[in-house]
């Protein structure tokens, strides 16, 4: 009888997938060995990092023996770029494909990146084989440029003569690129040039021509540079004082990316660093929202993110709003915020600036808006981050800003908005009686669709 029969299905797809199992880790199980010669002190420890962007990370080491011998215990690697190590100085870039069953260099000594040969593995050998080109190119372009600096600058058939030999030596490494890429279309190496290539042809062409360079959800691309360079590029086509466009944005290539966790995890990260840095605030605080405290996060937030969102959980969409005692600069007396939510059902903060042009222009659909639903459960707390009495008093006059305000007068150092975070201001906030934050309106009208859905 054969082993697969029609009369039993299902243990033949068991079958099946246990052998595929068992074929694939086989086939994607890859040594990692090689040799050092001349090394100092002698047995030395040699690291292996991973690759994300910019950033390395430690994912295991071996001792290279007293005859300048080492091997990594054979596993299966993510496909990708690596880095070997002897120290932080000392870092030499590599592939790892599980396709390929071992990696084998040699390093004729140090530094590892001066003294490389591949002895087995063409995905390293196409890699260092154009490292080397570009180094070459590298060296015969300084010596142009020397010339040139030195050149008669009215000796035109002579510029002309450095222009040609720049053209060609430019062109002999994008010959061997061609060739090396020619050798291995299927390569991981021609994957990443590949789409490395598309996107800079994409560059100026708008977000679409970038969007469609690059595959978001191939993990292996996260562990090389183009991965970072394509959202930084996407991101660059949206206008930096666009943050509805950048949410839009963010929102996209962590959609694109979601079929993959490793790249979702890697773009989130990313974007995070970025917009945490640069801005726009709201950015950085509506990933946070959305993809940390929020049930669409795929995975908890990263030791690597966890502190830098530690602030801005607090104030999360979900979190209970922090105890916050609100001066009146009008009574002198304090309020406890929490009581004022209490009288609602539902509540907008408002938090602003007397002298903030755009804080002004949302004063009047937030006071319509006050007035139109004041009476059905919603209410209007505004917290003014001022540091003048006078000024705090003529703008609630000027703008007939009737809902209760406060201001501890102490402009950016207000302790309320470092208790919710606050970065820039107008910033709108949403809390339920029970103080829970619901929303983050962007304006007074995202805010009215908001609170019209709710008390429909």
Known sequence: MPIFSDQYPRLELALVAILVFLAGDRLHAQGLSGSIEGIQPQPARIFLFDTRGSEHRL??????????????????????????????????????????????????????????????????????????????????????????????????????????????????????????????????????????????AAAGKGSVAIASAIDWADASLVRSSVHPRAMLQYIQSVPFDDPLGLIAAVDSLLAWSRPETTCWSAARAFLLRVFDQFGPEEVAQHITDRYVASPEALLPAEAEIA????????????????????????????????????????????????????????????????????????????????????????????????WPGFSELRAWGSPAAKALNVKATPSFFLFDEEGRILAKPYDHEELRMLVEDLLR
Request: aromatic share 8%.
């Open 307 to 402: 502190e830098l969102v530690n602030d801005r959980l607090r104030v999360a969409i979900g979190a209970t709003a922090p105890p916050i005692a609100l001066p009146d600069p009008l009574t002198g007396d304090t309020v406890m915020f929490d009581h004022l939510l209490q009288q609602n059902r539902y509540t907008a903060l408002f938090v602003y600036s007397s002298s903030c042009d755009h804080c002004h222009d949302q004063m009047p659909g937030l006071t319509e808006l006050w007035k139109d639903l004041g009476g059905k459960g919603f209410g209007v707390v505004g917290v003014a981050l001022d540091d003048d009495r006078a000024e705090f008093l003529a703008t609630r006059e000027a703008f007939g800003l009737d």
């Open 59 to 200: 994912v295991d080491s071996t001792t290279v023996d007293r005859k300048g011998i080492f091997k990594f215990r054979e596993q299966s690697w993510p496909t990708g770029f690596y880095q070997l190590s002897l120290d932080k100085n000392d870092r030499v870039d590599i592939i790892l494909d599980g396709r390929e069953s071992k990696v084998v260099l040699a390093f004729a000594g140090t530094p590892l990146q001066e003294h490389i040969r591949v002895v087995a593995s063409d995905e390293n050998s196409r890699l260092w084989e154009y490292k080397l080109a570009s180094r070459a190119l590298q060296t015969e372009l300084a010596t142009i440029k020397l010339r040139r600096s030195q050149s008669d600058p009215f000796d035109v058939a002579a510029l002309a003569r450095l222009d040609s030999a720049e053209a060609k030596a430019m062109e002999k490494r994008t010959t061997t690129l061609d060739r090396l890429i020619a050798s291995g279309p299927d390569s991981y190496f021609t994957r990443v040039v590949s789409t490395d290539r598309r996107l800079t």
